[in-house]
């Protein structure tokens, strides 16, 4: 079997091939070849994908312009690949402080912060949901409450309705719950 560490290197000459190759293009000025070479990757998004989410969120940033919703439109049939893409791209806006006080406002990043839940609701990994919410205050709170309630996510609709100042539905909720378990 092939060590992990052969793996990686495999993994980081095919991103370096993908990167290169579309450089290559960009300063022949041949702009139908990087077209072209994005429909061969676009074909190819789920082993791309696959391959490493970080460097292929990276190709998309740079090369796809930043079109995540074209990216997450194809990943569409594979919903824990699509989690993992969303987490990664998360992540990385994360990591950058300013980018999230840019995107306050911003639709596609609450987009994708919905998105998140969905797929999270939808693969019913329910225990992920508060985490999140706690972390990260700009999920929006009523979409968000509506999924959670639906996929009966007590803990995080109780956070959520806290959130939203409805002490009393959180607190119904709660005592609901235990007349559920009683």
Known sequence: SISEE?????????????NNTLKEYKEEGKKEKIEEF???????????AELSCESFI??????????????????DKND?????????????????????EE???????????????????????????LPCLK???????EECLK????HKVTDASIFLYQSMGNDQAALNLAVSELKDII
């Open 6 to 18: 052969k793996i990686e290197k495999k993994v980081e000459k095919t991103f370096h091939f993908i």
């Open 38 to 48: 994005k429909r061969e990757i676009i074909k190819r998004i789920q082993k791309v």
């Open 58 to 75: 990276e190709i998309v940033t740079d090369w796809f312009d930043n079109n995540h919703s074209l990216i997450l439109e194809k990943l």
């Open 80 to 100: 824990n690949l699509k989690l993992i893409y969303v987490e990664n791209l998360l992540n990385k806006y994360k990591n950058h402080t300013n980018y999230i």
């Open 103 to 129: 995107k306050k406002n911003n639709d596609a990043y609450i987009n994708l912060l919905n998105i998140h839940i969905d797929l999270l609701c939808k693969l019913k990994q329910y225990n992920k949901i």
């Open 135 to 141: 972390e990260n205050q700009l999920y929006p709170i």
């Open 147 to 150: 999924k959670c309630l639906n």
